[in-house]
């Protein structure tokens, strides 16, 4: 039974005394016996600092010199889970009520009793994941014995400008007044009972989301506008009482009583922002009585007590304010939505030349309209001829793509074409050297909604996007894309996409535009209605996403019919415990055995849903992965990832197309848009998903894509090796949990948009630079962080060039230990002996390192390196003769400097330094100053090897 395998346990207990007995009449309850822990108080004594035994702040410092104080805590949900249950508009914010109770705990202890006043500056937002750090600083006295106290916080995971945040201030004191009064009799015989049994339903509809740890209201009496309420800690909380001094869940329940008649805040959220007379009178209390008494048009006076009437708390006035989404920020650092903002480019003066290879969009005919000069070829194989006729090899080709050039009509059919046909130009590109390393601009016209008012056009250039953008970030400067519109001014522009050191454009009547996430806004009016009576079918259902999503349905938004389809049906592991779980839960669960991509298929499926249930909401989350480099990929492995996707997407979309649906919802990838090196195939198939979700949209249908990061626990990404795991963190890419990531969809599912990416965003942990996409969203220190390298790039070079020939060799050798080190996670040491592949590397490696060793040393290397020189050691040695050529030195064919100075002078000061090479050449050279050299002639296309070869034999430029 434990191992998933069902039992007849009428036949297994036959022959034994067992015998069924009735279950009790009411729930089961449950206690937790195992001790709970969280991280106050650990180590600080080791530290030499004070450990408090709070739970909020871990430790105390106070200064040799100074009568202050300084303690400090960090809040995660991971250690402090009934955070998690106090929201605002979404997001998890710390309750003002426990930013009252740090600065009481912080008075304590410098001998005060009372907090005088206290202001809060800005929402302390504790993180899904990750934590914030606390600090909480009194002051030294001043002589009427007051003490200033500030409250700070900062991310734990920060980018290094990431400074303190002040969150509120105040100032503490010792107050001898005694006579607070709390009502003798409860309730009050003339107090008129209030029914609060949905009232926490009401708040959630103004944006005040409490869980069931904030929950607090037991029972709730008015008199007029007075308020007195019986205010309650849970179980699991009532452990914790004790720790301390009055339990910040307490506190803030007596504001949930406002909108019952103390205040007008009925209708919008309202959050504390001043508190003035606080004072705590004992400690360690789950139970309390609180009476609320308004004392202004948005403030109150409250008393706390016990059950036995003596005073627990009081507070002289708090101040209330209504407060907004956008008062709060970004809906949550984990929710992106994509858009096209203005690049910069260089301004352009006149017509180029262009190599254009193809026919389609008619682009060979409007650049020559619009004064260009145009070499025009049929395709790649008439392009190379040409080379090989003594034509030059061009710096750029553009290669205009139309995704429904194969005449089909079938929309599914054209994807697989049209990512069949990039491939194959993609691999011919980067196998044939006769192209040199020469960019391919993949020129599109309605691939992308770059507008809000644009259409999608070309759904199989959409798709097949994607995988250019993947065969980008494997071979960068190789790859470009461009989607222009009809405008001439674009036509003029287009020069212009070579400048601004995009993979990705969009031409909008000249304008440049490239794409950019942006953190995604909480409001949303779209609020998905999940059918209690309809049926709700999911797709990949037998896989771990589609499990999660299922239980979430029903447990959460009440979904009582769901059709669970996959291509195993019933025979899936876990389905059938899948479907006891949820008709457990009080849910009809429905398996069919069914491959979505089988248009017939799925419309016997459909067709078998009965009209007393009618389907009205979608959710595809099928797929599989079949990853390797673009130069590996053959028709067979796109075709295999991109059907559950692709054709099981437009099929759902065909045939339900006249159903009332409610929600569409796509399991969409971050790959779509970030082009994940080795997944072009899943990265064109998740773009397919991102267009048809706007497709829909523009045909007045339900439709919403969500393009997910990596999941921790769950899906695809989840069975990553430790290596590919390392590479998504080096791009920044976390791991949603999955309780986070239910709670993703739940808001992206808020939102009145086509396209959402969910994902966890760890800014920190970026390495190298910093993907396009992201730019918006990344500080500026990243960019700093790259001129930085840059820099440290050229000290290495100079450092080689001054070297001895073996110097040189061992340290490319210690480099090339230290980027595969970085590469395959390793942290000890990489022998040099051992081949690549013995080491770990596949073929996405040897492209990482390819790129990460050209980034240092300028090199343009194959993406074959790895393999043409398998040892770390022989991998040295050939980048050292590639930057240092060994040129025999023969009495005829010596130096000839007054040459060389005349070629050098034409490279530009700038693209020298650029390169990293204007030191070391001018110290190779045992040059003059640099002013010497010409400031403003430019010769393109000279490598670091083609400049090196130039110093040595003054060679033809």
């Not at 005040?208 to 008015?222: D, I, K, M, T």
């Not at 507070?315 to 929710?335: F, H, I, N």
């Not at 070629?903 to 110290?923: D, P, W, Y």
Request: contains cysteine; proline residues 5%.
């Amino acid at each position: 039974w434990v191992r998933g395998i069902p039992i007849d346990w009428t036949t297994a207990l036959d022959t034994t005394t067992a015998h069924p007995i009735a279950l009790p009449t009411y729930p089961f309850q449950r206690q937790r016996y195992w001790p709970s822990t969280t991280d106050a108080g650990v180590g600080a004594d080791g530290l030499g600092l004070e450990a408090t035994g709070h739970p909020l702040l871990a430790a105390a410092v106070r200064p040799a010199e100074a009568d202050s104080l300084l303690l400090t805590g960090r809040l995660a949900l991971g250690t402090q889970p009934w955070l998690n249950d106090h929201r605002v508009w979404n997001k998890v914010v710390f309750p003002g009520a426990g930013l009252v109770e740090l600065a009481l705990a912080a008075a304590e202890r410098v001998g005060a009793d009372t907090l005088e006043d206290l202001t809060l500056t800005t929402a302390l937002i504790v993180p899904e994941d990750g934590a914030v750090d606390i600090q909480v600083a009194v002051a030294e006295a001043d002589h009427d014995g007051r003490r200033s106290v500030t409250i700070h916080a900062r991310p734990t995971v920060r980018d290094a400008t990431d400074d303190w945040t002040r969150i509120a201030m105040g100032t503490v004191c010792t107050d001898a007044t005694t006579d607070v009064d709390f009502p003798t009799v409860w309730p009050p015989a003339d107090a008129e009972a209030v029914d609060v049994a949905d009232w926490y339903d009401t708040l959630d509809a103004t944006g005040l989301e409490y869980g069931p740890a904030f929950q607090g209201l037991r029972a709730v009496w008015r008199r007029d506008k007075e308020i007195f309420a019986d205010i309650g800690l849970t179980d699991e909380e009532s452990k914790q009482a004790d720790s301390f001094g009055l339990h910040p869940i307490l506190l803030d329940a007596t504001l949930h009583t406002l909108g019952l008649g103390a205040l007008p805040v009925a209708d919008e959220a309202h959050v504390p922002f001043a508190w003035t007379g606080v004072r705590r009178w004992s400690t360690g209390h789950s139970t309390v009585r609180a009476h609320i008494v308004p004392v202004g048009p948005a403030a109150v006076a409250i008393t706390v007590g016990d059950t036995a009437g003596r005073l627990v708390a009081s507070v002289a006035s708090s101040s209330v304010r209504p407060v907004t989404p956008d008062q709060l920020g970004p809906a949550t650092e984990s929710l992106f939505d994509l858009r096209w903002v203005p690049v910069a480019a260089e301004p352009v003066t006149e017509p180029a030349a262009w190599t254009v290879v193809g026919d389609g969009l008619g682009l060979a005919e409007e650049l020559t309209s619009a004064g260009h000069r145009v070499d025009a070829y049929v395709d790649l194989t008439g392009l190379a001829a040409a080379i090989d006729a003594g034509a030059s090899v061009p710096d750029t080709v553009l290669i205009p793509f139309d995704g429904s050039a194969d005449g089909s009509g079938d929309v599914a059919a054209a994807v697989h074409s049209a990512c069949h046909r990039i491939s194959a130009a993609a691999r011919s590109w980067l196998s044939d050297t006769r192209f040199g390393t020469a960019r391919m601009v993949i020129v599109t016209r309605g691939a992308i909604a770059a507008q809000p008012d644009e259409a999608i056009t070309d759904l199989p250039a959409a798709s097949a996007r994607g995988l250019v953008l993947s065969a980008h970030t494997e071979n960068p400067e190789r790859f470009a894309l461009v989607d222009i519109d009809i405008e001439p001014a674009s036509r003029e522009a287009l020069s212009g996409v070579l400048e601004v050191g995009e993979p990705q454009v969009a031409l909008r009547a000249g304008a440049l535009l490239g794409a950019r996430l942006a953190a995604a806004g909480t409001a949303g009016t779209s609020h998905t209605q999940w059918p209690v009576h309809g049926t709700v079918l999911v797709t990949g259902a037998s896989g771990a996403l589609g499990r999660l999503v299922a239980r979430h349905l029903v447990s959460e938004h009440g979904v009582r019919r769901l059709l669970l389809v996959s291509r195993r049906g019933a025979q899936a592991p876990g389905m059938a415990d899948l479907c006891a779980e949820l008709s457990g839960r009080g849910a009809q669960a429905f398996v069919a055995t069914c491959d979505v991509a089988d248009r017939e298929a799925l419309a016997r499926t459909l067709a078998d849903i009965p009209a007393a249930h009618p389907l009205t909401a979608v959710i595809h989350a099928a797929g599989i992965l079949d990853d390797g480099v673009v130069g590996a990929l053959t028709e067979q492995r796109i075709d295999a990832v991109l059907r559950p996707k692709v054709d099981a997407a437009w099929n759902l979309h065909e045939l339900t197309r006249d159903a009332e649906l409610t929600a569409f919802v796509l399991f969409s990838s971050v790959a779509g848009i970030f082009g994940t090196a080795g997944q072009g195939n899943y990265a064109a198939a998740n773009a397919f998903l991102d267009a048809l979700a706007r497709h829909r949209r523009e045909q007045g249908l339900v439709g919403t894509a969500l393009g997910w990061g990596a999941w921790a626990e769950s899906g695809l990404a989840a069975a990553l090796d430790t290596a590919n795991r390392a590479r998504l963190a080096r791009a920044g890419i976390g791991g949603l949990t999955d309780t986070h990531g239910l709670r993703l969809f739940d808001i992206a599912l808020r939102q009145d948009t086509a396209y959402l990416v969910p994902m966890l965003l760890d800014r920190a942990s970026i390495v190298g630079e910093t993907p396009p996409v992201l730019r918006g969203l990344i500080r500026p220190h990243h960019a700093q962080r790259s001129r930085e390298a840059d820099s440290g790039n050229a000290g290495f070079l100079r450092r080689l060039a001054a070297s001895t020939p073996a110097d040189r060799e061992r340290a490319l050798l210690d480099l090339i230990r230290a980027e595969m080190s970085a590469v395959l996670g390793y942290s000890g040491h990489v022998p040099d002996g051992r081949t690549f592949t013995d080491l770990g590397a596949d073929s996405l490696t040897a492209l990482e390192l390819r790129n990460r060793l050209t980034r240092v040393t300028g090199l343009r290397l194959s993406s074959t390196v790895l393999f043409d020189h398998p040892t770390p050691a022989q991998l040295a040695r050939m980048v050292c003769d590639e930057l240092f050529p060994a040129v025999p030195r023969n009495a005829d064919d010596g130096f000839d400097e007054a040459r060389f100075r005349r070629e050098f002078a034409a490279v530009s000061i700038s693209r020298l330094r650029e390169a990293g090479l204007l030191e070391a050449l001018l110290a190779l050279l045992d040059s003059g100053p640099a002013e010497s050299v010409a400031d403003e002639a430019v010769v393109d296309g000279l490598g670091i090897a083609d400049l090196i070869s130039l110093a040595h034999e003054g060679a033809e430029s």
